[in-house]
Nanobody
Framework: VQLQASGGGLVQAGGSLRLSCTAPGSIFTDNFMGWYRQAPGKQRELVAIIITSSGKSTYADSVKGRFTITRDNAKNTVYLQMNSLKPEDTAVYYC??????WGKGTQVTVSS
């Protein structure tokens, strides 16, 4: 199953966006749901990850204090709230679980 991220767009530096990703319950429950991103010419990197059962999360150093990952277990949905966006946050953002198939992602573009 490919997980599809949504909510991307064009925003000015300092702005905010919220990304969403809904998964089937069989995948969402008691799993590690992660947000990843890939900028042009760069490798895909982990941005944040959350354990859906406990809500515990971890972040890449580059987004700590600006991005927040949360989950809604009733909706099988993970969110990425992105605040104080910077031009270097421009990338295609994906959600996935360990061993999952990569979806198309959602484009986030931050203008300076």
């Amino acid at each position: 199953v490919q997980l599809q991220a949504s909510g991307g767009g064009l925003v000015q530096a300092g702005g905010s966006l919220r990304l969403s990703c809904t998964a089937p319950g069989s995948i969402f429950t008691d799993n590690f749901m992660g947000w990843y991103r890939q900028a042009p010419g760069k490798q895909r990197e982990l941005v944040a990850i959350i354990i859906t059962s406990s809500g515990k999360s971890t972040y890449a150093d580059s987004v700590k204090g600006r991005f927040t990952i949360t989950r809604d277990n009733a909706k099988n949905t993970v969110y990425l709230q992105m605040n104080s966006l910077k031009p270097e946050d421009t990338a295609v953002y994906y959600c996935n679980v360990p061993g999952g198939v990569w979806g198309k992602g959602t484009q986030v573009t931050v203008s300076s």
